[in-house]
Every structure is written in structure tokens, then in C-alpha cells.
T-cell receptor, first 114, second 112 residues
Framework: DADVTQTPRNRITKTGKRIMLECSQT?????MYWYRQDPGLGLRLIYY???????NKGEISDGYSVSRQAQAKFSLSLESAIPNQTALYFC?????????????FGDGTRLSIL | AQSVTQLDSQVPVFEEAPVELRCNYS??????LFWYVQYPNQGLQLLLK??????LVKGINGFEAEFNKSQTSFHLRKPSVHISDTAEYFC??????????FGKGTRLSVIA
């Protein structure tokens, strides 16, 4: 089983719909992250959480919200989806031990908004 | 604030030739540096990391990278590439308690 699991893997939806992307992990890590990947732009940070009661905005948080339901679960919501939110979304985790810890990624959710 | 510049968006190379993927970073404090690889339709996988100590870091699949503090660079190299190395490669930096900051990626295409 994957250590960082994202659901769904693919989603096609319409403009204006509410979307939730889910991430769960079995690594026991405290820190979780949401990124989006666009061709030619690399990965950009949307939100991150260092603990269950901690939520921080990233570089491109507008139009998104998150919920850290438990140490192992971190959900990303698009309240009213728009076409320029079409992208590949990645969840990642890292251990608390320090900034030298690498981040571990899920396989991504490909989201298309028509 | 940190930033990462990957100097080449695409690198084509023939099979068994050497390759270098270039990465420069900017930061006002000490940093940790990472290279990740993304194979088609997959997530990101850690190739190697520089934390401290020896500036030459060896990773998986025969890749290595050299940290050069004076030039603020962390270039990735492989002496002989294979078709299976075709992928997108990302350089990333972090310092303090911040999340990783990624470059825009370099697409390596290995030609038979």
C-alpha cells in the first residue's frame, strides 16, 4: 500500500462545483502539504499544516481551503471550481524532526474543470 | 525568501551520454537542497539530498549532485544515461521551518 494516498486519482467536473481532494498517510508524519503542478511552472504550494491544529497559507491559496481532520488526513477543497484550477494536485508529508527532512509525495490527483 | 532556478526547461541527450541538469538557488540563510524525479503519470520521488558535510552527494539510479556554496548551485549529473531516465527532474530548497520551494523542472529526454 502507498504511504501517501490521494483520492480521487482523476476528476472531471464543471465550473462552479465544489470539489474535495483527500489525502491520507500511514507514515506517521506530522507535517502535510498541498501543491499544484502546472506545465512549465513546477510545483507551487497551496496550503500546509505542521500539526492537527495548524494551517498555513502557501504561495497560491486563493480559491482553496483545507481541513486537517486528523494527523493522517489533510483535505483540499475548491469551493467553486473555475477552469484555471485545472491542474495536477499533489499531497506531501514530512517528519517533524527538522528542515532537513525530505517531503514524501502521493501519486497526484488530475483535476479537470470544464 | 528562497527561490530556485532550473536553467534548462528541456534537455535532450543520447543514450549512454553524460548529462548535467543545472540548478541555482538563492537564500540568505543556510539551506538544504533536494533533487526529485517524476516519471510519467507518477508522483515525485526523492533522488538525493544535501544536508551538510561532503559537497558531492550520491543518489539513486547512478545520479550525483555537487553543492557549490560560492556559486549557489546544486547541479545534477549522471555519467551515462539510459532510456529509463526519461522523466522530469525538480530541484528544491528549504531552510528553517519552511516547506520545500521547487524549481520549474527540467524535462530530460533520452534518445535511443
Amino acid at each position: 500500500d502507498a504511504d501517501v494516498t490521494q483520492t480521487p486519482r482523476n476528476r472531471i467536473t464543471k465550473t462552479g462545483k465544489r470539489i474535495m481532494l483527500e489525502c491520507s498517510q500511514t507514515k506517521g508524519h506530522d507535517r502535510m502539504y498541498w501543491y499544484r503542478q502546472d506545465p512549465g511552472l513546477g510545483l507551487r504550494l497551496i496550503y500546509y499544516s505542521f500539526d492537527v491544529k495548524d494551517i498555513n497559507k502557501g504561495e497560491i491559496s486563493d480559491g482553496y481551503s483545507v481541513s486537517r481532520q486528523a494527523q493522517a488526513k489533510f483535505s483540499l477543497s475548491l469551493e467553486s471550481a473555475i477552469p484555471n484550477q485545472t491542474a495536477l494536485y499533489f499531497c506531501a508529508t514530512s517528519a517533524r524532526a527538522g528542515s532537513n527532512q525530505p517531503q514524501h509525495f502521493g501519486d497526484g490527483t488530475r483535476l479537470s474543470i470544464l | 525568501a528562497q527561490s530556485v532556478t532550473q536553467l534548462d526547461s528541456q534537455v535532450p541527450v543520447f543514450e549512454e551520454a553524460p548529462v548535467e541538469l543545472r540548478c541555482n538557488y538563492s537564500s540568505s540563510v543556510s539551506v538544504y537542497l533536494f533533487w526529485y524525479v517524476q516519471y510519467p503519470n507518477q508522483g515525485l520521488q526523492l533522488l538525493l539530498k544535501y544536508l551538510s558535510g561532503s559537497t558531492l552527494v550520491k543518489g539513486i539510479n547512478g545520479f550525483e549532485a555537487e553543492f557549490n556554496k560560492s556559486q549557489t548551485s546544486f547541479h545534477l549529473r549522471k555519467p551515462s544515461v539510459h532510456i529509463s531516465d526519461t522523466a522530469e527532474y525538480f530541484c528544491a530548497v528549504r531552510s528553517g521551518n519552511t516547506p520545500l520551494v521547487f524549481g520549474k523542472g527540467t524535462r530530460l529526454s533520452v534518445i535511443a
